[in-house]
């Protein structure tokens, strides 16, 4: 499916501009090890979670499936951010 590239472009360029070496300890660093689905539209800027399953089943960020609910590692996230896909 396609994207906005709107709301990640913002994260993205935070993320860019701070120039902080130790980045990844940082980021997010209010969220636990692993989050659900609402708390990485969150992480995402507020993306909707139609966009944030998206994202999901087309490999973009690592998930589990536990049941019927999908957990994510923070460092996918971040994983995610840093190779710079806007959505």
């Known amino acids: 499916g396609q994207f906005k590239p709107r709301v990640l472009r913002v994260v993205l360029i935070y993320f860019k501009t701070r120039g902080v070496p ?11 090890d692993v989050v659900d ?12 979670m139609k966009t944030a399953y998206q994202l999901l ?3 973009e960020i690592r998930y589990l499936k536990i049941g019927r609910g999908f957990r994510i590692p ?8 840093e190779r ?3 959505i």
Do not use: D, S, W
């Open 22 to 32: 130790r980045m990844k300890e940082k980021m997010f660093a209010n969220y636990p």
């Open 37 to 48: 689905m609402r708390q990485l539209c969150e992480m995402l800027g507020g993306i909707g």
């Open 57 to 59: 089943h087309e490999g």
């Open 74 to 81: 923070k460092k996918g996230v971040i994983e995610f951010v």
């Open 84 to 86: 710079g896909r806007t």
